[in-house]
């Protein structure tokens, strides 16, 4: 039953590490319908803050590069070679991630604390849309979402942030479950 299936993706959902997410990622006619629902979250006053930049193939070990100098850049301490390839190598560690960016509008009629939070559902609603297809997922940010250069690098403008990073590929591990909060610590009756 439809329902029951996609309770269950929301129930039994867990973030597979990136370092887990081999090839294949999603299709390209998978990838469509994957932004399709990201872009489909509440929206007040239907601004579109958001938008998403897709790294597949070579794109993901042209933007080590960028990770790589920016490391070299910002780091107080010049980095080794070590973990310049780690940095060389962020994105490979998928076959597919896809920047979500925080684009609030600015001067529009509601808080940007709304369009914020509208740019965290179209991050999950990516990230379950993949789920549901059956691919692992791993929504993070890293200190490549705060570098400067890399901010740059990806034409972020004023005011734009990064919401994550989310990787995507088919998962070679299955995660176990992890504590969730107890509903009697997180919930009150008014
Ligand atoms: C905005 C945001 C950024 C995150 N960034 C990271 C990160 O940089 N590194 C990390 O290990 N987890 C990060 N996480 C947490 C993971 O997405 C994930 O929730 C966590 O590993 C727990 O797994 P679960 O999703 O199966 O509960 C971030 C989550 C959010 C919402």
Not at 23 to 39: D, K, M, N, Q
Not at 102 to 112: F, L, N, T, Y
Not at 159 to 167: C, D, H, L, R, T
Request: with cysteine; charged share 25%; hydrophobic share 50%.
């Amino acid at each position: 039953m439809a329902v029951e299936a996609m309770l269950e993706v929301l129930e039994k959902r867990r973030s597979v590490k990136p370092m887990m997410l081999a090839a294949p990622g999603p299709s390209a006619a998978e990838l469509t319908r994957i932004l399709s629902i990201a872009a489909r979250v509440p929206d007040h006053k239907k601004l579109v803050p958001w938008r998403f930049i897709v790294f597949e193939g070579e794109a993901r070990a042209r933007i080590g590069e960028v990770f790589a100098a920016a490391c070299k850049a910002e780091e107080k301490e010049p980095p080794s070679e070590v973990r310049l390839d780690i940095e060389r190598k962020r994105f490979l560690r998928a076959p597919l991630v896809v920047a979500v960016v925080s684009s609030p509008k600015a001067g529009a009629p509601i808080p940007d604390w709304e369009q914020i939070l509208s740019s965290g559902a179209a991050a999950f609603n990516l990230s379950l849309a993949a789920t549901a297809l059956g691919y692992g997922v791993c929504w993070i940010t890293e200190w490549v979402a705060y570098s400067p250069m890399v901010q740059a690098a990806l034409g972020l403008a004023g005011g734009e942030k990064i919401a994550g990073f989310v990787y995507i590929g088919t998962a070679n591990v299955t995660p176990e479950e992890r504590e969730r909060p107890a509903l009697a610590d997180i919930v009150t009756r008014y």
